[in-house]
DNA sequence: TAAAGTAGTAACCAAATGGTAACTAATATG
DNA sequence: CATATTAGTTACCATTTGGTTACTACTTTA
């Protein structure tokens, strides 16, 4: 993956489409910010809280990354202390289904058992 | 991800669909594979071939992982020099389809210029 | 006898990704 | 004045993932 945060996203345009899915969202969190970020809009510190074991370091990271890409939209409001929420774009929105696609998918793959206890995600 | 090569694959289970889907296909040669292997029955050295810039190590044990967990077939001919054939189980081919509806929702991002080069893959 | 061809494996190393703890700025409240 | 609150950032470190090179075993062909 490219990830040189701060300055731009430079991908390799020639690069395989496969390969250009899996930079985006082939990562540990994108996909789940995607849900947990599912008709609603969240600020900063809920979507660190509801992300269970996520950094904010990382959080941010990732946010940053998502914008850039136009999967989330940023909105900062300059007051004291600060308010920054998100939400999904409609690119963001489109991921949904082939999110949901790729669960019943995996569903039942290493599970003999399945135990469907919660966690931030559907 | 929990990638235990030469054991069992040991997953969490009570973890969410979302990062049991990304423990799975979220990495750089998975999804590669199953696209390579679509429709067709490959050798290992025609998969290494095929694929550019894979190594034969990182090769064989994605094909182990996804052997274990049933999305691809081995078939190994006691000849020599040796044969062993890959193929897709139906497993994988469930999978193509969704890569395919990805590909298509993560082409734009971070394109401007739409560059359709060739590619080990469609 | 020597080389070629196949499907790997082992030891070792490099790069990418993720995580921790401490810190900042701005204002309101007690 | 001290403290709380929010949305981050910085410097540093740990883990995970991927890559390189050399090597094996077996048999056919030159």
Known sequence: MVT????KLIENHNE??????MNIIGNKWTS???????????RFGELAIRIDKISRKVLSNQLKEMELRGIVNRESYAET????????????????PILKQLCAWSKGID?????????STP
């Open 4 to 7: 040189n945060m701060g300055r």
């Open 16 to 21: 395989c489409p496969i390969t250009h899915s």
């Open 81 to 96: 202390p600060p308010r920054v929420e998100y939400s999904l774009t409609k690119k963001g929105e489109d991921l949904l």
């Open 111 to 119: 599970l003999e058992s399945g135990d469907e206890s919660d966690c």
């Open 32 to 42: 789940i910010i995607v849900y947990v970020l599912a008709n609603r809009k969240l």
